[in-house]
């Protein structure tokens, strides 16, 4: 049935969709068993598949190419449709996205199937389409007549049908800049409209377009328009699965089950996988197809008998109905975040199923055969945020007061931010493939911690059963920027059934832990929406999970469901201080407990803050990955300056030449820093290449320094780095190539997310920032060491400094000292301070002057636990304390590689130098492999083994790595190839 909304806009006509020219031949898909609609059972027949479906364009722009009928997957979009067809080009290739834009912003198209319903559906039982998304606007219509629309790609819709034999099903896509600039005009919003340049053939607005294409009055996600980190594609298509679910007469199916989890200890407590007692109200939505007298069965599989239960049902009618199903769960395994379970950080994580069976009974209330059933996954956990709510005066180790904690211990949030996998979002197995891959790398390298961008989608189930299981916690924004919203009614109401539909999806996952209300808007700009309508319906549909009002924010002023926002303090841009507002009622404290978005100089961190939930250094593909998608005649260096026109292009970053950081200027941070060995000459491929390599040196460098400073101060408790992963090749925030090859930062965070951390403390050089870094704890030509734990446990450490010349690496001067830790986590201290000229005269008196220009350093620690784990050796990254760009014999390196192992999935090689080599970095072109380190600075004295092997298990191509090696170095122009 069309919405409130539609109506509001005018009749279903008022829409203009075209008429179709269609082309359709359907299959019978592929059903869940139970027979077609027979007896008590449900059945659902899933219309997914490639060879079933018909795409066919059903309006035409003048100036724009004419597109015949072809076959469409589902899930799918109409631009891999039309480019698997052959009629244009690969959407992400070059610059072909213009071409995509073209159409996808004018045009009008038709998804169309044959769907066999069964006898059943022309008689008593309810039969319904459901659609788990299409992106965006689109008139569903059945065999000709029109069933409903649909104006919210994040929502499932559900349409009854009637009729049964071969019936014709379809969907006809409106372009969402057509459909929200005719929402804007009937808003009167004709400013809105007046920019809307995307729609017809000619030039997209920019990578801004999402503020210049009324793109706020469409519930889609708003990074298709265009982001800084997001090329605009303005997708359309059915982008997840459709099903025809029949309810015979006389019977019941399931809608959803939510799983609401409390505990019986107080907030904050500590709990253990022997201490522990929840309270479990199961709420189960359900279906009829008549008047129905029936019975819910609740089964969970944990040991006690306490997880079953079951209720009588008795409905007069077709309908939806609700019942809240109650059982319990005492002394059970515990879900954990990666690394934090006390047991050992090789836990596995607990998970749990619960059955929930609906069965028709007889007048006398004997159960008879199984109408419908389901089983889903779930955890317990309790999650606190505190510092989140007013009147909050705890604190971690009476210094931080905002920061994560589950199961009644604090927790430091390390991870990263999530984009989109794909430009074209879909839900198809290779983009879930990709999705669990991502995730994966993210708990490799010891990440607990990752936050869903509200500028994407909110993620699949199968998104958060990998984060489930792989013990990943999940900060979920709301779907919504920081821009201006309409605040109509029937614009409310789609937003609140968007919330109602996604959190019942993902209620159940224990990975869900934080919920915000969007991503870098102030609430206080929009009350009406984000707090009364987005998140009043979050904690109403999941309270499971704690609600934030944005990311970034300063919390709530009192407990929730009374949202209210704290006072938005005014900020002095001088110091970055707040100077107004109290944070919690009752108190007179100024700087109000916050997470913070920062995009600082290299390596530092905001003032002030309390966790680091964005922040990041972008980077480009090496040249072997940006080759996949560059035309020919791109791939070579802009002189002097570094990128191409082609780079330009492909770049989502905010700065014009995206970012000239990173560019071959004189004064940019990457010439300041290293060595870049290019000049105006360098003209070509090999510039290119050598370009790209050091891009992604710099980003390791930044981050990580970043990430090390974050962990450094004892009033934070997260740093989460934009990005994990990157929605299309080319210059990007992500630590991961869109191919799923890892940059040499993914290789850096092995190290520095590690639970335990040795590294030095950067000097913060003297600056007039607008928004300040956090002031450094080590002076200016000072040497300082850090160390920092993540587990329980009393630890000593007895450590050593080591003063390296840079040409032979050699040991010039060291010292040793000890230092310990207690027992609470996380926890760091500051080990050693020292000035590093009085260092040099009396540590390192053969090789090393007191500039410093000659020498780094290195430092190591063998740490002695109170716990199980025994003894084991810990080492911080190399120390440049003069930068590599100025270092005193730094010179080429002559690198020897030789194969030292192979497997069937496996090889090793062993790298040896002559010389200092930092940032040695080994890349292949075998696809589906990883390296067990890489990036990492070689000294003469020690051949270093490096093993690449299948990510899967499966075989690995030996020939090809031989073939394909490249040994990037700081010290050589162009990357070695050893078996060329």
């Known amino acids: 049935m069309p919405s409130r909304w539609a109506a509001a806009l005018g009749t279903i006509a008022a829409l203009s969709l075209g008429s179709s020219m269609l082309c359709a031949g359907g299959v019978s898909p592929k059903t869940d068993g139970g027979g077609a609609g027979t007896g008590n059972t449900v059945t659902r027949t899933v219309l997914d598949g490639a060879s079933n479906w018909t795409l066919t364009q059903s309006s035409a722009v003048g100036g724009l190419p004419s597109y015949i009928p072809c076959p469409a997957k589902v899930p799918g979009s109409v631009p891999k449709a039309l480019f698997e067809s052959g009629q244009t080009g690969d959407p992400t290739f070059g610059r072909n996205q213009i071409d995509v834009l073209n159409y996808s912003t004018a045009l009008n198209f038709t998804y169309a199937t044959t769907v066999h319903t069964p006898a059943a559906c022309d008689g008593a039982a309810l039969c319904e389409l459901q659609f788990d998304g299409v992106d965006t606007a689109a008139e569903v219509r059945w065999n000709g007549r029109v069933i409903g629309i649909t104006e919210n790609m994040h929502r499932m819709y559900r349409f009854a049908v009637h009729g049964a034999g071969p019936l014709q099903l379809e969907v006809e896509i409106e372009p ?65 699965s459709v099903t025809l679910r029949v309810t015979p007469a006389g019977s019941a199916s399931i809608d959803s089950v939510v799983p609401v989890i409390v505990s019986a200890a107080a ?19 359900y279906t009829t197809a008549g008047p129905f007298r029936g019975r819910v069965a609740i089964a969970g599989s944990w040991a006690g008998g306490e997880g079953s239960a079951d209720a009588l049902l008795n409905v007069p ?32 994580v607990a998970l749990h199923s619960l059955s929930v069976v609906l069965q028709p009974t007889t007048t006398t209330g004997q159960p008879t055969d199984v109408a419908d059933a389901t089983n889903v996954t779930m955890g317990f956990r309790t999650f ?30 390390k991870g990263f931010n999530w984009m989109p996998t794909y430009v074209l979002p879909a839900d198809t197995v290779f983009d879930q493939a990709d999705k669990l891959a991502r995730l994966e790398d993210a708990q490799r390298v010891h990440a607990n911690t990752i936050r869903v961008w509200g500028g994407g989608v909110y993620e699949s189930d199968a ?3 990998a984060a489930d299981r792989l013990g990943l916690m999940v900060l979920q924004d709301g779907s919504f920027f920081g821009m201006s919203y309409p605040s109509f009614p029937d614009f409310f109401d789609n937003v609140r ?130 080759a996949k998608v560059t035309p020919a005649g791109e791939d070579m260096l802009r002189a002097a300056t570094g990128s191409s026109s082609f780079l330009d292009y492909r770049s989502q970053i905010k700065n014009p030449a995206w970012t000239v950081e990173s560019m071959l200027y004189s004064n940019s941070t990457l010439t300041a820093l290293f060595p870049t060995l290019l000049t105006s000459e360098d003209n070509t491929r090999e510039g290119m290449a050598r370009w790209l390599y050091l891009t992604q040196v710099l980003q390791a460098h930044c981050v990580s320094t970043s990430i ?37 930062l993914q290789y850096r965070l092995k190290h520095v997310f590690d639970d335990d951390l040795l590294s030095f403390i950067y000097p913060t050089p003297p600056n007039s920032y607008r928004t300040p870094p956090q002031p450094s704890r080590c002076p200016i030509d000072s040497i300082c060491l850090h160390v920092s734990k993540h587990w329980v446990g009393e630890a000593d450490y007895a450590c050593t400094i080591a003063a390296r010349d840079y040409m032979h690496g050699a040991v010039q001067g060291s010292i040793n000292f000890t230092s310990s830790l207690p027992k609470l986590q996380p926890v760091g201290a500051d080990i050693y ?29 063998t740490v002695q636990r109170s716990v199980a784990g025994g003894t084991f050796q810990i080492s911080s990254q190399a120390y440049f304390p003069s930068t590599l760009a100025n270092a005193v014999g730094f010179g080429p390196a002559d690198l020897a590689v030789e194969i030292t192992g192979q497997t069937a999935t496996s090889v090793t090689v062993e790298v040896s130098t002559n010389t200092t080599t930092p940032f040695t970095f080994l890349a292949t072109d075998v696809p589906n492999v990883l390296f067990s380190d890489n990036g990492r600075t070689l000294l003469p004295s020690t051949p270093t083994s490096f093993t690449c092997a299948t990510r899967d298990g499966s075989p690995l191509d030996v020939g090809r790595f031989k073939a394909t090696l490249q040994v990037y170095s700081l010290n050589n122009k162009v990357a070695d190839t050893p078996f060329q």
Not at 267 to 285: L, W
Not at 321 to 344: E, R
Not at 586 to 596: A, W
Request: hydrophobic share 35%; net charge positive; glycine share 10%.
């Open 267 to 285: 907030p904050g407590a500590p709990i253990s996988d022997t201490n522990n007692s929840f309270a479990v109200a199961v709420r189960v939505v």
């Open 833 to 861: 301070t020292a000035n590093i000229a009085s260092w040099m005269q009396h540590s390192a008196p053969r090789g090393c002057h007191a500039s410093g220009t000659d020498c780094f350093f290195t430092a190591h620690c």
């Open 317 to 348: 009618t077709r309908g939806t109905y609700n019942i809240t199903v109650h059982v319990s769960a005492t002394n059970v395994p515990l879900w954990w975040p990666n690394g934090a379970n006390p047991a050992g950080v090789e836990s596995p």
């Open 384 to 413: 606190d945020f505190v510092g989140s709510v007013g009147n909050s005066t705890e604190t971690f180790n009476q210094k931080a007061p905002l920061f994560f904690k589950v199961n009644g211990r604090a927790v430091y949030a």
């Open 497 to 626: 059934e968007e919330m109602k539909s996604t959190m019942t999806r993902l209620a159940r996952h224990p990975s869900l832990v934080v919920v915000s209300g969007n991503n870098e808007g102030s609430v206080f700009g929009n009350i009406p929406l984000y707090v009364d309508t987005e998140l009043a319906t979050v904690v109403v549909t999941n309270p499971n999970a704690v609600v934030y009002p944005s990311c970034p924010a300063y919390g709530w002023s009192t407990v929730t469901p009374a949202l209210v926002p704290r006072p938005q303090p005014t900020k002095n841009k001088k110091t970055g201080r707040m100077s107004t507002g109290a944070c919690r009622e009752g108190d007179s404290v100024t700087d109000c407990p916050h997470d913070t978005h920062y995009y600082g100089p290299c390596g530092t961190i905001p003032n002030g803050t309390n966790m680091g939930t964005e922040f990041g250094w972008p980077s480009a593909d090496l040249f072997n990955v940006l």
């Open 463 to 465: 998104f958060y059963a």
């Open 708 to 744: 090390s400073t974050y962990r450094q101060h004892s009033t934070v408790m997260a740093s989460m780095t934009w990005a994990l992963n990157s929605i299309w090749t080319g210059p990007a925030w992500g630590a991961i190539s869109h191919d799923g090859s890892w940059k040499v």
């Open 176 to 240: 969402a800049t057509v459909y929200a600039a005719r929402v804007a005009m009937a808003q009167g919003d004709p400013g809105c409209v007046k920019h809307n340049r995307g729609v017809g053939p000619g030039s997209w607005p920019g990578k801004w377009g999402h503020d210049t294409v009324c793109s706020t009055y469409i519930r889609k996600n708003t990074g298709s328009f265009g982001w800084d980190c997001a090329p605009a594609y303005v997708s359309a298509g059915i982008w997840k």
